[in-house]
């Protein structure tokens, strides 16, 4: 299960992730303006956080297969329909919407809760690593992969090659459809409270400061992804370097982001979550002082990606770990599906900001100093996380 899953995310994020490679060549073809493309990823980053607590919840009352296969349907209906529209509406309506509810529905929250909510809580750090360390890998395949696409048969036939490569997640979200009888059987031996329904779940999670916290520090991940995804392509364009250190930048990323969720999934077994959130966040604040300084090379650019993918996405193992323990795992899909729509409300003004920034600036300078700034406040908004002291476990004789 915890395979497939990764197989999931790795069609789902892969595609997600890899969109910025079409931003210039919609531009080129359309004239549709940075701006306007910009808006429409915002939509979609925006989308995707919206539609993660209500497939979670879709998934923890009927399963994890309804959502993922309809997730999976939406994906290659926006990418089909993409060539077809010449306007910013349209391109939000396609990526913004269709493409974005359809990654959000067989992504993170469901993903985690069908696989993640059914292990002991000392082995589900890992898993969730592994789980996230599939969409890495499908960025690391579908960034080369899609710029080879656009290169040979131009942007709208590379988006029709991936809507067809979308629909290789049917199978597997068959394969992860739960059994009615076996929905409840989440094994919860978190310190939890009794199971009192959803509505008082959340009112509990959102009186808990802790979670606020939480939440808090997720904006920010979401604000430097989304400004990243978007934008990183275009920032290598303005440095006059070719689009292929473009997609090798976004590949590398990916891969690297690959160690990054396994060792992330190692590290919350052994070390509290909040204090491995707070290094990684403190670390992207460092390691993006130090690119500003730094000549911009081809070099230069992949060992940033290089960087930057180690914590990429790995803030969501610690994170998904940190709901499961304040909340325990019979909600968990709904739970941390919420802190991923607060993760893309910052998604959402990191890639708007960021076409409004290089259209008034020329350059996307102050976004890198807003994305210091934010990523050093993340890092001391999860100290004060209530969490106990990891309990290890007694090792065999």
């Not at 808090?216 to 303005?238: Q, S």
Request: aromatic share 10%; proline share 4%.
């Amino acid at each position: 299960m915890i395979l497939l899953a990764a197989a999931m995310m790795a069609i789902s994020m892969g595609g997600r992730q890899s969109l910025g490679l079409f931003v210039s060549p919609i531009n080129t073809s359309t004239g549709m303006g940075i701006t306007a493309i910009s808006l429409a990823l915002a939509i979609a980053q925006l989308v995707w956080g919206l539609v993660q607590p209500l497939s979670g919840a879709v998934a923890d009352r009927y399963g994890a297969g309804r959502a993922l296969a309809t997730g999976v349907l939406l994906l290659a209906a926006g990418a089909a329909l993409t060539p077809l529209v010449s306007t910013g509406l349209g391109l939000s309506l396609t990526l913004g919407v269709l493409f974005a509810a359809g990654s959000g529905a067989s992504s993170m929250a469901v993903l985690m809760g069908a696989t993640v909510a059914r292990l002991p809580a000392h082995r589900r750090g890992m898993a969730s690593g592994i789980i996230n360390a599939g969409g890495s890998f499908g960025q690391f395949v579908f960034a080369p992969v899609l710029q080879g696409f656009i290169a040979l048969m131009g942007w709208m036939g590379a988006m029709y090659a991936l809507a067809a490569l979308m629909l290789l997640g049917l199978p597997v979200a068959r394969a992860l459809k739960t059994p009615a009888k076996r929905r409840a059987q989440v094994v919860d031996d978190d310190a939890a409270p009794p199971d009192r329904g959803m509505r008082a779940a959340l009112r509990d999670a959102f009186a808990d400061r802790s979670y606020l916290l939480l939440h808090a520090g997720f904006f920010t991940c979401g604000f430097h992804i989304a400004f990243l995804v978007t934008h990183l392509p275009g920032e290598i364009g303005l440095c006059g370097l070719p689009a292929s250190v473009a997609s090798w930048t976004l590949a590398i990323i990916g891969l690297a982001n690959i160690f990054g969720s396994l060792y992330a999934g190692w590290c919350v077994q052994r070390y509290r979550s909040k204090h491995v959130l707070a290094w990684m966040y403190a670390s992207r604040a460092v390691l993006i002082a130090v690119y500003l300084m730094a000549p911009k090379s081809e070099l230069t650019f992949y060992l940033f990606a290089a960087g930057l993918g180690f914590t990429w996405l790995a803030t969501v193992p610690p994170t998904a770990g940190l709901v499961g323990k304040l909340f325990g795992s019979r909600y968990l899909s709904t739970l941390f599906g919420l802190t991923i729509f607060t993760h893309q409300i910052g998604g959402f003004l990191g890639a708007w900001l960021g076409g409004i920034a290089v259209t008034a600036f020329g350059d996307y300078q102050w976004m890198w100093y807003a994305d210091i700034a934010l990523a050093a406040m993340a890092a001391l908004a999860n100290l004060p996380i209530r969490e106990a002291r990891v309990s290890r476990l007694p090792q065999p004789a």
